[in-house]
C-alpha cells in the first residue's frame, strides 16, 4: 500500500523528520527561502497532508489545488493568521498549530529584548566596535532602570503570564490589559488589571503579547504613542502588524517614546533600505524569539504528530478548528 504523500514547505528540525520517516513519502522543499505561488501550487498537487509555516499563505486556491485528497493541514506555530481557516472548514480539513512549547524561550526573549532596549546594549556594542569609545565617562549610553519600573502587558495569555513572572525578580510593578479581566490570575501572578489608555500612560515598558486580527491591526499607532510616557519603551515579539511602522518611525524620530525593541515586523521581512534600520533607539531581530533548540525540537515534533493524526482520520492533538469533528 502506498505511504500518503505529504509536502513540507520547509526542512523541519529532527525531532519532526524522524517521526514521519517511513510513515509518509514526503517532498521536504530544499531551499532557504519558502515556495513562491507557483512552486507552492505545484507541489501541493495531490498531496494528503501539508506541513507548513508563517510564511506560507494557505488559502482556497492552495487547497484546491491540493485537491479532494488533502486530509490534513499542519502548522509549525502557535499562530496561524497564514491559513484561511474558514476555507479549511468548509472543506472538512482539521488544522493542527503547536502552542505552548515556546512560551517559555519566547518569555525569555521577550526579557532579553526589554533589557537589551533599556540598557542600549546593541548601541553600545556598535560604539565599542566602531572605534568611539575612547576613555570612560559619567554621562555615556545611560539607559533606562529595569528594576522598579513599571511593566504593561498587552494580552495575558500563556506568554504574558511568563513574561510577568520573570519581571517580579526585578521587583517591577506590574499591569496588564486583555480583551478579557482575567481575576484569577492577578494575585497569583502579582499583576494589576489597567485599561488599555491607563497601560500606556502609566507603563515605562510596553510588552505586546496579543493575538493578531483585524481588531488587534494596528493597535499601536500615534494615538497610542501620543498617550505612552516619553521615557517608555516598547516590546513586540508577538505580530508585526499590531504596530503600525510609520508611527513607530515618528514616534521613535521625534522622541515620543525613548526606544523600541522588534521581533516582528509589517512587513515581515523588513526591507533593508527601510528607514527604521537606520535608528539607535530600535533594536529589530528575525522573528527568533522561539528560536531556542528545545523549542524548535518540539515544535517540529507537534507538527509532525498532528501531521500523522490527520492522515491516519484521528483527532489532531492540538486543533484549530474542532468543529470539523462535529
Avoid at 81 to 97: F, K, L, M, Q, Y
Amino acid at each position: 500500500m502506498p505511504l500518503p504523500k505529504v509536502f513540507l514547505t520547509r526542512l523541519i528540525p529532527e525531532e519532526g523528520l524522524t517521526l514521519l520517516e517511513g510513515a509518509v513519502d514526503a517532498y521536504v522543499w530544499p531551499e532557504e527561502m519558502p515556495p513562491d505561488r507557483e512552486a507552492l501550487l505545484e507541489r501541493v498537487a495531490g498531496v494528503e497532508g501539508l506541513l507548513c509555516l508563517l510564511t506560507d499563505p494557505i488559502d482556497a486556491g492552495v487547497m484546491n489545488a491540493a485537491g479532494a485528497g488533502l486530509r490534513v493541514i499542519s502548522q509549525m506555530a502557535v499562530g496561524f493568521d497564514n491559513i484561511d481557516i474558514a476555507a479549511a472548514t468548509a472543506r472538512h480539513i482539521p488544522v493542527g498549530n503547536t502552542p505552548g512549547v515556546l512560551t517559555e524561550a519566547t518569555a525569555d526573549y521577550t526579557w532579553a529584548l526589554l533589557l537589551a532596549a533599556a540598557r542600549r546594549v546593541v548601541e553600545a556594542t556598535a560604539y565599542a566596535r566602531s572605534g568611539r569609545w575612547k576613555t570612560w565617562g559619567p554621562k555615556l549610553l545611560l539607559g533606562a532602570d529595569v528594576s522598579g519600573a513599571t511593566l504593561g502587558i498587552v494580552g495575558l495569555g500563556r506568554i504574558g503570564q511568563a513574561v510577568a513572572e520573570r519581571a517580579h525578580g526585578f521587583d517591577m510593578r506590574i499591569l496588564y490589559f486583555d480583551r478579557q479581566r482575567k481575576p484569577e490570575l492577578e494575585q497569583a501572578l502579582g499583576i494589576e488589571y489597567v485599561s488599555f489608555d491607563g497601560l500606556l500612560r502609566e507603563a515605562d515598558f510596553v510588552s505586546i503579547h496579543t493575538t493578531y486580527s483585524d481588531s488587534t491591526h494596528h493597535l499601536f499607532g500615534n494615538d497610542e504613542f501620543e498617550r505612552m510616557k516619553p521615557k517608555a519603551i516598547l516590546i513586540n515579539t508577538a505580530r508585526g502588524p499590531i504596530v503600525d511602522r510609520e508611527a513607530l518611525y515618528r514616534a521613535l524620530t521625534t522622541g515620543r517614546i525613548a526606544g523600541a525593541a522588534l521581533d516582528v515586523t509589517d512587513p515581515e521581512p523588513i526591507d533593508h533600505t527601510d528607514p527604521l534600520l537606520d535608528l539607535d533607539n530600535l533594536i529589530i531581530t528575525p522573528h527568533i524569539a522561539s528560536a531556542s533548540r528545545s523549542s524548535r525540537g518540539r515544535m517540529a515534533q507537534m507538527a509532525a504528530q498532528n501531521l500523522l493524526a490527520g492522515l491516519r482520520g484521528e483527532r489532531l492533538p492540538n486543533c484549530v478548528n474542532p468543529e470539523v469533528y462535529d
